[in-house]
């Protein structure tokens, strides 16, 4: 049942990414804190536990009995294992999706991303992310996710927007136009990596520039407005909040426009900033 303390804008916009770095959770610990931001006032907000395909027989093992636990399978063993995988999970894990990279970077996409299509066909109640490089092939690459998409395919598309590396980090004008591609296709994505803040900042450690969350709802609402790609990057560059506070709020009782949302490996970061920002009430009504 809905509390309504979560707008409709950011309900499930956060999946529980706890044991992937850079948190790195241990399974014990990401399942119980699974449990508790799943029997909090924010729980709206939280998207399934993603696991990778090899935790998968340990995250059973650390379930009660009659525990059902909504997951998220992450492809670690390739697609190519996914078959494999999705059928020796415990049924008390109810994957629902699944995401998986079809290619290296500088590697042709298409090969993989035919395979993957080829799982989804046995499995009609699946949806899968495929995660596409920003690199050579791209473009076709989303031809053919949105030509399945359009036969009925459960299928959509995710880009990594952060790691390691400087280099994992797309510029703002990469970035626009991925989002701008895909609106032209109609096709919904995921992003995933350097978001667990609202607002673009440096990392003072790393030195890595990270892309803010509401940067790329509000750019995202505004490409499928029509904005063209030079617009929708001067939004992901904003590093001030005040130009992103307004329109989010204006989209705050939607769904959210075209982008699905992320996976971060804490929860509470997403939430504070939306709190600190007036877009979220704090659970207090």
Not at 76 to 89: F, I, M, P
Request: include cysteine; hydrophobic fraction near 50%.
């Amino acid at each position: 049942m809905s509390t309504g303390l979560i707008p409709a804008l950011f309900t499930r916009l956060v999946d529980d990414a706890a044991v992937f770095p850079p948190g790195s959770a241990p399974l014990p610990e990401a399942i119980i804190g699974h449990r508790e931001h799943r029997a909090a006032w924010y729980a709206e907000l939280v998207g399934p536990l993603l696991l990778p395909s090899s935790a998968l027989t340990e995250a059973a093992r650390l379930l009660k009995p009659d525990e059902r636990l909504e997951a998220g399978l992450i492809g670690d063993g390739g697609v190519d294992a996914l078959a494999g995988d999705l059928a020796a999970a415990d049924e008390r894990l109810e994957i629902g999706q699944v995401e998986v990279a079809v290619a290296k970077r500088g590697e042709d996409p298409e090969p993989g991303l035919r395979r993957l299509l080829a799982v989804l066909a046995e499995r009609p109640s699946l949806t899968a992310y495929a995660e596409i490089p920003l690199t050579w092939g791209l473009l076709a690459a989303l031809d053919t996710v949105a030509e399945a998409r359009a036969a009925g395919v459960a299928v959509a598309a995710k880009f990594r927007t952060g790691g390691l590396a400087a280099e994992l980090f797309p510029t703002p004008v990469e970035l626009a136009a991925v989002i701008c591609a895909c609106r032209d296709r109609e096709l919904p994505f995921k992003l995933t990596a350097g978001l667990h803040n609202a607002i673009r900042h440096t990392d003072p450690e790393t030195g890595f520039v990270h892309h803010g969350f509401l940067n790329v709802l509000v750019g995202t609402a505004a490409a499928v407005d029509g904005a063209e790609v030079a617009d929708v990057a001067e939004l992901l560059a904003a590093t001030d909040p005040v130009p992103l506070i307004e329109p989010a709020r204006a989209l705050r009782d939607g769904p959210r426009p075209l982008w699905i949302g992320f996976g971060s490996c804490s929860v509470v970061e997403p939430l504070t900033d939306l709190i600190r920002l007036g877009l979220v009430n704090g659970g207090f009504s």
